[in-house]
């Protein structure tokens, strides 16, 4: 009697309800983070582009700090090496949470999703570093089209007033998760100085503190945020980039609930934090990394000069390809099968989306290239390639909203009012 096949499993069909809702929660606070985030960045250019331009430059390179610990840094720097560290911690929390209890947890269900985020970091490199050589200029700038900012891509996402199912939306925050713990392996490996493997050793010591504390179920502000400085300043010193502190102490934060415990510590510290990063970091950030020049000269360097063109190849081309044939082929060859509600098409417009890289990708264009006049144009292709994703992304997800909208209120309607959307209670899937 011959064997009865495994079913397939379903692909970007309806989420566990505990599931659903942890993304819910997570993207509602990266939406709006994401808007104010849009609005610095649209400040920064008209501010570098007015009359008051040269305030803008001096606010930017003010130095202040602690010159005996080597922290006498300019405001952008301690915006990029400093807050972004926030940024990072929060990243290395929802990458743990995602690695214990979200889609990354059950290697079946990651594979697809950490596969499509895999090729849609090595397209981009291969395609920039193509063009960069094809052109004569320098392949350092490889890295900068690899990272998805999730933040900006929801912003897109609600201007457009989007209705996309949870579904849709986890896999977006997978793959900007994935690419986060990308973009940080490559600023440890790639972009660092020169070593002092004693203040490296410093803050290998805190960080084995850090768990101890963690294990030990000790509690109180008052213990981590020194020590967290402390770290901070070691790493920068170290001659590691700095962010690297804030994803190491994210993965190190306990993840799962004692019995009796409310929440976690990192669910209680990301709750605290995640606003923050979201509302007031990034956009921070992204207000002194973005204002460069848009004249006419600096965007013909854009589409002439082989680094920026490489950029914007990666962003718009390499993203789309990477994501679209990564997730194409994962599907093909493994037990998953595509939820018939959808379409290819649909994972092809959120590959197009997970074009719109800003922030991980401003940062590394600045480390890869020391030269600010590079620096700029690459800050400028950055802009013109995020935008490009999200225009031809947004002519994509418009013409499916229809399929989305019915979708998204079929997994939200709560008739009863019970709190639990009745597609669960008919499918019996409330506690899954």
């Not at 610990?69 to 990072?88: E, I, N, Y």
């Not at 395609?127 to 891509?153: E, H, K, Q, R």
Request: hydrophobic share 55%; net charge neutral.
């Amino acid at each position: 009697m011959a064997a009865t096949p495994r079913e397939r499993s379903p692909f970007l069909g309806l989420l566990p309800l505990r599931e659903r809702n942890a993304v819910v929660e997570a993207l509602r606070t990266e939406t709006v983070g994401g808007l104010v985030l849009l609005a610095a960045a649209v400040v920064a250019l008209i501010w570098a582009n007015s009359p008051w331009g040269d305030i803008y430059e001096r606010i930017r390179d003010v130095h202040f700090g602690l010159p005996s610990l080597g922290l006498d840094l300019s405001v952008a720097h301690w915006t990029a090496d400093g807050l972004l560290t926030v940024f990072f911690l929060v990243a290395g929390i929802e990458l743990k949470r995602e690695l214990v209890v979200g889609e990354l947890r059950n290697p079946a269900t990651a594979a697809l999703p950490v596969i499509a985020a895999i090729c849609g970091m090595a397209v981009p490199a291969a395609l920039y570093a193509v063009t960069a050589a094809a052109g004569g200029g320098s392949t350092d700038g490889w890295a900068v089209p690899m990272a998805t900012d999730i933040a900006f891509a929801l912003a897109v996402l609600a201007v457009l007033s989007s209705h996309l199912p949870a579904a849709l939306r986890a896999f977006l925050l997978t793959l900007a998760v994935v690419d986060d713990l990308g973009g940080i392996l490559i600023i440890a490996i790639f972009f660092t100085s020169d070593l002092d493997y004693a203040a490296l050793g410093g803050a290998a010591a805190c960080l084995v503190l850090f768990h101890v504390l963690q294990r030990l179920r000790v509690r109180g502000w008052w213990w981590y945020v020194p020590l967290g400085l402390v770290t901070w300043a070691l790493m920068y010193n170290g001659g590691v980039h700095a962010t690297v502190a804030g994803v190491a102490m994210g993965l190190i934060l306990r993840t799962t609930r004692d019995k009796g415990e409310a929440a976690s510590p990192a669910e209680r510290t990301s709750h605290l934090l995640h606003p923050v990063s979201a509302g007031v970091v990034v956009p921070l950030f992204a207000l002194f990394a973005t204002g460069v020049g848009v004249s006419g000269a600096a965007l013909a360097d854009v589409f002439t000069r082989p680094e920026p063109l490489g950029v914007v190849v990666g962003l718009v081309a390499g993203k789309t390809l990477g994501i679209f044939a990564g997730t194409y082929l994962a599907a093909r060859f493994t037990r998953a099968r595509l939820n018939p509600e959808l379409a290819w098409a649909d994972v092809f417009a959120l590959a197009v989306l997970a074009g719109i890289g800003f922030t991980v990708a401003l940062l590394i264009g600045e480390l890869a290239f020391p030269d600010p006049a590079l620096t700029e144009s690459v800050k400028a292709a950055v802009l013109v390639g995020s935008l490009a994703a999200a225009v031809l992304a947004a002519v994509l997800i418009k013409r499916r909203n229809g399929v989305y909208r019915r979708l998204y209120e079929a997994e939200t309607r709560d008739d009863n009012h019970d709190g639990i959307p009745d597609i669960y209670q008919r499918a019996g899937a409330a506690e899954r």
